[in-house]
């Protein structure tokens, strides 16, 4: 069971796979912060967005946490326009 709630019916490949990636990343912190901002924005990510959510994903879970959490810096191939958004919804998330 990932949590999701954003079918991938009607996703392209591309799409599927970061679905997939966004609620496995092994820690359930970020399953639940990054699975969460997928299901609320990646079927309507441009292609150059999908590059920086994979650019995202390629950080280490600690270091990706952290920056996600304001407890550390944001990791240079991180630091972009999705992580702000997805920053800020964690954000919202976590103060919900």
């Not at 009607?10 to 799409?15: A, E, F, K, Q, Y």
């Not at 970020?30 to 997928?38: E, P, T, V, Y």
């Not at 959510?53 to 952290?66: N, T």
């Amino acid at each position: 069971m990932t949590g999701s709630t954003l079918s991938s019916n009607g996703l392209d490949l591309r799409r599927k796979r970061l679905l997939f990636r966004c609620w496995h990343r092994g820690t359930r912190e970020l399953d639940l912060i990054i699975g969460r901002f997928a299901d609320a924005y990646l079927p309507a990510l441009s292609d150059a967005e999908l590059d920086q959510l994979e650019a995202i994903l390629d950080v280490p879970d600690p270091e990706l946490y952290a920056a996600l959490t304001g407890d550390g810096p944001v990791p240079g191939g991180a630091a972009n326009s999705v992580f702000d958004t997805m920053k800020s919804f964690g954000a919202g998330e976590r103060g919900a």
